[in-house]
C-alpha cells in the first residue's frame, strides 16, 4: 500500500512529453506529488532536455488544473536531431543529474521510446565522460548511478505492438467519424462516391477500424496490399451497390497503402479508376492533421490517466536491474511490458511487409486488429451466397436503447444471411416477439445501420415472463431455430454497448464554464441505475472531485469530509468543482439533498449549479467503439450460433437441451467470450441488476487521489504484473505475443 507522504529517498522524475495526451501528464504529476517524490516538465520534448534550463521546470499540483479536456500536449512536443548523436545525449545526461533525476517517463511513439531506451543503455558510458570531461563530480555520478525509464505510447496510429491501444488513437477515431457521418449526408444526397484517406503510413488501423465503423464498400491498409485485378473488383462492387438503390459509396484509404507491386495507392488514383472505369460522380477528402487535433475523447482520458497512475508505479518501484517497461492496455487492465522487446515486434511488423509476409503482418498486429481484418472481410461481400442452411435466425433488441444496437444487428444480419441462414427481425423487442411482429430482414435492408444510434428494430423494457406462453407459440409458428438477443441487464457485466455517453462529454463543457466565472460546483447526476460504471468512468474522464454511486456505500461523514475539502480546495486557486451522483446511488441522499448539502456548507465559498442529465445520455450517433465493439459482437454470436445449431441438429429437429445451449457474449479482459446464462445467475445481483463483482471499482482510488485525497493506493495488481515483467525481462520478441496467451491463461 502506498500512503501519502514524503518518501525518505525523495524521488524525483521528469515527464516528458512527447506527442501524447494531457492526461497522461497530468496523473504523472498529481500520483508523482502524491507518493512525495518532486516531478519535473520537460518542455519541448527530447530538445528541452538537451537544452535544459527553463525547459526543465517544477511541476505542481496546479500546474496540471484544467488540462484534461485540451487536446495535443501542454508542455510541448519538439523533433529534436541533437538528441540523436551522442553529444546531444550528454547534454541531457547532465541536465538530469545537476537536478538530481534519475527517473525518466516518456510518452511518445516508438521512435521516441527506443531514443529512451538507448539513452538509458549508454547512461553509465555519458556518466564517465562527464566525469572526464569535468563537468560532473564522483559524487555525483554515483547519486546517478542508473536512469529508470517507463514510456507511455502516445500514437494515434495504434502502431504500436504490446498494447491494445496507444493514447490519441480513439480521439482520432472520432474525428474520421465525426468527418464520415458528415459527409454520408451529402454523398447520399447526391448519388455520390466518397473517397477518405486518413492517417496511417506504416499502420492501417486508424483506416480498418474506421471501414468496420462505417461500413465502407473498400479499405486500402498497408498490411494487406488488395490482390492483383483489384481495380475491376473495386469497380464491380461499386456497380453492383448503386444497382441495388444504394446512393452511398465510401472508400477508405490509408496514406500509406500501397498496391503488391509496392506501388502507393493514393485517394486521387482511386478517383480517377472510379471515373473513369464507371463514370460516378467522385470526390476525395484528405483529413490530414486534423485527425490530431479536437477534445480528447472520454476513452483517451481514462487510459491516460491509468497509464499515468501506472507509470509513476513501475518508477517507484524500479531498480537498477529492472528492464526498461512500456505501459500498455491489455483488455481491461494497465500492464507493463519490456519496451525493448515490444518496440522489436513493432519493428518486425515492418520487415514483414516490407518482404511481402502480409499474413504474418496482419498476425503481428495482435488479435485485436487480426480480428478486425477478418471481420471487415466477412461483412465485405459483393452478393450475399446463394446456398441455404434452412435455419431461421431472429433477432430482437430488449431494454433501453443504447448506442451501437444498430451496427450488431447489421453485422449479425449479414453475417447469418452468409452463413446462409434465413434472416428475422423481431421489432419491439419481447413485446413484439410475443405478438408476432417478425418480418424477414435482408442485406441492403440493413445498409448503413452502422452510424444509427437508438435501436431500429425498436425495444421495450418487457420482461418476457410477462408473454412466455405467447413467445413460444411465436416462435413454433415461425419455426425459429435461435434468438440473438441484444440488450437487458447482464450485458453490463464487462464492457456495454453505449459505455461512453454524453457524461463525458458534457462534464467537461461544465468545467470550462465554471473555469471562466466565479468559483462554482456543478452537481450532475448520471443514468445507470444501481450500476456506478457512468458515474465512474465520467468522473475518472472529467476530474470530478467525488462521485456517488450504489457499489461504493458512503454516509453522512463521507459528505461532510467531501464537502470540507472541496471548500479547503476552492480556497486556493481552484475555480470549479465537479460532484458526479449515480441516479441510484441511495435512496435518501437525492441529487437534490446533495445539491443543498453543498450550497449550505459553501456559502462565502462557492455557488452550486444541478444538472440532471437523463436520457440525452442515451441519444446521439454511436462513437467508433460502440460500431466497431458491436459489429464484431454481432458477428461472433451469429458464427457461434451457427456451429451450435450444427451440433444439435438431428434428424431435421434441434436439440437445445444442454446449459451452454444460452449464453451471454461479453468481453472479459482480452476476449469476446461465451458464458452461460446459469453460470451468470451466481455472479448477478439480479435486484439490483448489476453484477456482483466489477473490475472498474479498482479505479475508484484513482479519481480520489487525482483529486487529492488522502487515501492509500492498493498496489497488489501492480506487484502481480512485476511477477509478469520478469518472465518475459528476457524473452526474444518473436515469442512475446505468443507468451501474452500463456499469461492470460495463468492469470484465469
Known amino acids: 500500500m502506498y500512503e501519502p507522504s514524503v518518501s525518505p529517498v525523495n ?36 530538445q528541452g532536455l538537451v537544452d535544459g534550463g527553463e525547459n526543465i521546470k517544477l511541476a505542481t499540483w496546479e500546474s496540471v488544473s484544467m488540462m484534461l479536456q485540451l487536446g495535443g500536449t501542454v508542455i510541448g512536443s519538439a523533433r529534436c536531431m541533437d538528441f540523436r548523436a551522442r553529444e546531444g545525449r550528454m547534454k541531457a545526461a ?9 527517473n525518466l517517463c516518456v510518452i511518445g511513439g516508438d521512435g521516441s521510446l527506443t531514443g529512451a531506451n538507448q539513452f538509458r543503455t549508454e547512461w553509465s558510458t555519458l556518466l564517465v565522460d562527464l566525469v572526464k570531461a569535468g563537468k560532473i563530480s564522483d559524487d555525483e555520478a554515483k547519486t546517478s548511478s542508473h536512469l529508470n525509464i517507463v514510456g507511455m505510447v502516445g500514437s494515434i496510429d495504434n502502431d504500436f505492438c504490446g498494447t491494445d491501444m496507444t493514447i490519441g488513437t480513439d480521439s482520432a ?4 467519424i465525426e468527418v464520415v457521418d458528415a459527409i454520408t449526408t451529402t454523398a447520399q444526397s447526391h448519388q455520390r462516391t466518397f473517397i477518405l484517406e486518413v492517417m496511417g503510413r506504416h499502420c492501417g488501423y486508424l483506416a480498418l477500424v474506421t471501414a468496420l465503423a462505417c461500413g465502407a464498400d473498400w479499405v486500402f491498409i498497408p498490411e494487406m496490399p488488395p490482390d492483383e485485378g483489384w481495380e475491376g473488383h473495386l469497380c464491380r462492387r461499386l456497380a453492383d451497390q448503386r444497382a441495388r438503390g444504394c446512393r452511398l459509396n465510401v472508400i477508405i484509404v490509408a496514406e500509406g497503402a500501397m498496391g503488391r507491386d509496392g506501388k502507393p495507392i493514393g485517394s486521387e488514383d482511386i478517383k480517377k479508376l472510379v471515373e473513369k472505369n464507371l463514370g460516378f460522380d467522385t470526390r476525395t477528402t484528405v483529413l490530414g492533421h486534423v485527425q490530431r487535433g479536437g477534445t480528447p475523447s472520454a476513452f483517451d482520458r481514462i487510459l491516460g490517466s491509468r ?35 515490444c518496440v522489436q515486434v513493432t519493428k518486425d511488423v515492418t520487415t514483414a511487409m516490407a518482404e511481402n509476409r502480409w499474413e504474418d503482418a496482419i498476425k503481428l498486429r495482435g488479435k485485436s486488429f487480426e480480428n478486425n481484418w477478418n471481420t471487415y472481410k466477412m461483412l465485405a461481400h459483393i452478393n450475399p451466397p446463394d446456398s441455404k442452411s434452412n435455419i431461421n435466425v431472429a433477432i430482437v433488441n430488449v431494454g433501453a436503447p443504447c448506442a451501437g444496437m444498430n451496427a450488431a444487428v447489421r453485422s ?104 471562466g466565472t466565479k468559483r462554482r460546483v456543478f452537481i450532475i447526476e448520471t443514468m445507470g441505475g444501481y450500476c456506478g460504471y457512468l458515474a465512474t468512468m465520467a468522473g475518472l474522464a472529467a476530474g470530478a472531485d467525488a462521485a456517488y454511486i450504489y ?48 450550497s449550505e456548507e459553501g456559502k462565502g465559498v462557492f455557488d452550486c449549479r444541478k444538472n440532471i442529465l437523463g436520457h440525452m445520455q442515451q441519444g446521439g450517433t454511436p462513437t467508433p467503439f460502440d460500431r466497431n465493439f458491436g459489429t464484431k459482437m454481432g458477428s461472433k454470436a451469429v458464427l457461434w450460433l451457427t456451429d451450435k445449431l450444427k451440433e444439435v441438429y438431428r434428424h431435421g429437429r434441434i436439440f437445445a437441451n444442454t446449459p451452454d445451449s444460452a449464453c451471454v457474449l461479453g468481453m472479459r479482459k482480452r476476449a469476446l467470450t461465451f458464458q452461460p446464462l446459469a453460470e451468470l445467475i ?32 492498493d498496489t497488489s495488481e501492480h506487484a502481480h504484473m512485476e511477477h509478469v515483467i520478469k518472465k518475459r525481462v528476457s524473452m526474444p520478441a518473436p515469442l512475446m505475443k505468443k507468451h501474452e496467451e500463456e499469461v492470460e491463461e495463468e492469470e484465469e
Open 307 to 341: 497509464m499515468g497512475v501506472e507509470a509513476v508505479m513501475a518508477l517507484l518501484e524500479a531498480t537498477p536491474e529492472t528492464p526498461a517497461c512500456v505501459v500498455s492496455l491489455s483488455g481491461n487492465q494497465a500492464v507493463r511490458l519490456p519496451l525493448i522487446e
Open 412 to 515: 449479425a444480419v449479414r453475417i447469418g444471411i452468409i452463413q446462409g441462414h434465413n434472416m428475422l427481425a423481431v421489432y419491439d423487442g419481447f413485446e413484439g416477439l410475443a405478438h408476432g411482429n417478425i418480418k424477414p430482414i435482408t442485406w441492403t435492408g440493413v445498409s448503413g445501420w452502422t452510424g444509427k444510434g437508438g435501436s431500429e428494430l425498436g425495444t421495450k423494457r418487457v420482461l418476457p415472463s410477462k408473454y412466455i406462453e405467447e413467445i413460444s407459440l411465436t416462435i413454433a409458428k415461425f419455426n425459429i431455430h435461435s434468438l440473438v438477443i441484444i440488450g437487458g441487464t447482464i450485458i453490463h457485466q464487462q464492457y456495454p454497448l453505449g459505455q461512453y455517453c454524453n457524461t463525458s462529454t458534457i462534464s467537461p463543457r461544465i468545467k470550462q464554464s465554471a473555469a
Open 11 to 46: 524521488p524525483m522524475f521528469v515527464c516528458l512529453c512527447l506527442s501524447g495526451m494531457n492526461a497522461a501528464v497530468r496523473a504523472t504529476v498529481r500520483v508523482g506529488l502524491y507518493t512525495g517524490a518532486k516531478v519535473y516538465f520537460v518542455h519541448e520534448g527530447y
Open 682 to 713: 451466481e455472479q448477478t445481483d439480479f435486484e439490483h441488476r448489476i453484477p456482483k463483482t466489477s473490475w472498474w471499482l479498482k479505479l475508484r482510488p484513482i479519481m480520489k487521489i487525482l483529486a487529492k485525497y488522502n487515501i492509500s493506493l
Open 94 to 102: 547532465l541536465n538530469l543529474v545537476k537536478l538530481g533525476i534519475t
Open 551 to 598: 457499489e461504493d456505500k458512503f454516509g453522512i461523514r463521507d459528505l461532510e469530509m467531501n464537502v470540507e475539502h472541496l471548500v479547503q480546495k476552492m480556497k486556493t486557486d481552484v475555480k470549479r468543482g465537479l460532484i458526479l451522483r449515480n441516479e441510484n446511488c441511495n435512496a435518501n441522499y437525492t441529487t437534490d439533498f446533495i445539491f443543498a448539502l453543498y
Open 173 to 176: 477515431l472520432h474525428r474520421i
